[in-house]
């Protein structure tokens, strides 16, 4: 019996990353990606935290002084159009780094991990909220 193990974690220095065009094959080629993918996650954390600054600093000028709102809302807001870029840029990173994750390469999951752990360091030190129910990051 074969077995195949296209779902199991390896330490291969041979990896096809995301497209067919970043492919590496030796140590170098590694290392060299370990970093790219770690400014990719720390980015993603900082982006994360950004947004929820954003979002806390909209809402407070949308309840003004606590009696009457400021300000009304809008789905045509700049704010909100911003939001929904950044937004955009944030899904599509998460998915980069989900799939990078998925290709069960040791060394490039430990770079989303440790990317993760660093942009979460240096930007949500003083986080706004304490939610910490974003299960998907």
Not at 58 to 82: D, E, R, V, W
């Amino acid at each position: 019996m074969q077995v195949s193990n296209s779902m199991s974690f390896h330490i291969s220095v041979e990896e096809i990353i995301l497209f067919d065009g970043w492919v590496v094959s030796d140590w170098q080629g590694v290392v060299g990606s370990m970093v790219g993918i770690i400014l990719m996650a720390a980015i993603y954390e900082g982006l994360k935290n950004y947004r929820e600054y954003l979002f806390v600093s909209a809402s407070a000028l949308y309840q003004g002084n606590g009696k009457c709102p400021t300000k009304q809302p809008s789905m045509f807001s700049g704010i909100h159009l911003f939001q929904t870029f950044l937004h955009m840029i944030q899904i599509v990173l998460g998915y980069f780094l989900m799939l990078i994750f998925m290709t069960y390469n040791v060394w490039l999951c430990i770079a989303v991990t440790v990317g993760g752990a660093i942009g979460y360091w240096l930007f949500a030190w003083r986080k706004a909220s304490s939610d910490i129910t974003d299960c998907c990051n």
